[in-house]
């Protein structure tokens, strides 16, 4: 069915051992440009959010496929730019930081929608 409702995505995915997490903050280094086109995009009409999967250290468990099901180990973010944050001079990378609070579960989606389109 038709909504007229959509979200832009970055999907990214990382491993637990490059990540740093501070008290309810992961921190990620996420390419310079990456984050610019996010920062530009945040007060359009259908901005991009971030996706970042954490994935375990060992790349043997990363995923379980099936038949019937498709698993995904460890966990995901989402991240959408502060009204605070400006574009970076940065040419390589440049660090985020994301809340705890925006682990990925099966609501997420429906809150993203209601939030950002």
Known sequence: ???????????????????????????????????????????SKCPLILILFVL???????????????????CAYWYFPDQSEFLTANSATKRVSISKKNFICNDTLNQLFDNFS
């Open 56 to 74: 375990p250290a060992e790349k043997t468990n990363w995923l379980a496929i099936s038949d019937n099901e498709l698993i995904t180990r460890k």
């Open 1 to 43: 069915m038709e909504t007229g409702r959509e979200l832009k995505l970055q999907l990214k995915a990382t491993t637990e051992n490059s990540i740093v997490i501070e008290d309810e903050t992961i921190k990620f280094d996420l390419n310079a440009t990456t984050y610019n086109d996010l920062l530009s995009r945040k007060n």
